[in-house]
């Protein structure tokens, strides 16, 4: 979450006795900011790390080269409803889950598209 990190990054890498910096939390503050991406629900104060397959996946140089894409299905009036149950029961898998945007043949290179979790 927000505060979670705001906590963290507090004063992390202060000097204690005996022990002198705590790097491991520098590197997890460094590991968070490259690979962290905050909710794309406004106001939720929610952040997600990649640390399964997508963390590995190669990113691409521009769009036309990704294979794969975030999972947000089209809305039938188009963008994204204010209020919806449905998406509103789903939007914690928008923020998560990616699909494959064409068809990727055996030993293709999964590519992320540059900017995944900012649109």
Known sequence: SDDSMENIRGDPIK???????ATVIEDFIE??????H???QEGSGKNFVEIGGSFLMRTGD???EANVRRW???HPEGGRPKYSPVYDRHRHSFDVFLVASRDIKAGEEIVKPPALWKE
């Open 72 to 74: 947000i299905p089209t």
């Open 31 to 36: 590991f968070i900011d490259e690979y962290g």
């Open 62 to 64: 521009d769009v036309s």
């Open 15 to 21: 000097e204690v006795d005996g022990v002198g910096r």
């Open 38 to 40: 905050a909710s794309l």
